[in-house]
């Protein structure tokens, strides 16, 4: 898993939630949530919806309610805090993601052709990808 502190080094996360599962002592998953935070793109500027910036289950641990769980924790916690909205980015090549995210009730809103052809992503294999954003309702 990404050191979620390793976060700080790039944007402000005062605003941010994280969550994590764990079995005994070892990290099985892990969720982040951006929020109220303008240096951050994802947000679009706004103030009322925040973003699932990571969410992650080890490889041994999948399709056993981890993820569901992890992602129920992030929905409470931003509906609690007042956002309207909880935007989220996957990419094309992630069906299982797709799926997910639409069982939970959430919308595909955009895509985006070109979401990772940029001097930030030099790594051939993810320039093709497409990067599709779903919206999810929280009130």
């Known amino acids: 898993f990404e050191k979620a502190m390793d976060y700080e080094k790039h944007f402000n996360i005062s605003g941010w939630a994280f969550f994590m599962a764990f079995d005994e002592d070892e990290p099985i998953g892990a969720v982040t949530v951006s929020a109220r935070n303008s240096s951050c793109d994802i947000l679009d500027k706004r103030d009322d919806i925040c973003a699932l910036w990571d969410i ?5 641990y999948k399709h056993s309610g981890i993820g569901q769980h992890l992602f129920d924790m992030a929905r409470a916690w931003a509906t609690e805090e007042g956002f309207s909205q909880m ?3 996957c990419q094309n090549t992630n069906v299982p993601a797709c799926r997910f995210y639409h069982k939970q009730g959430a919308q595909l809103c955009r895509i985006d052709e070109y979401a990772y052809y940029s001097e930030y992503y030099n ?3 993810i320039r093709d990808e497409i990067g599709l954003i779903w919206y999810l309702d929280l009130k």
């Open 56 to 60: 992650r289950v080890a490889k041994g």
């Open 87 to 89: 935007k989220i980015e």
């Open 123 to 125: 790594e051939k294999d």
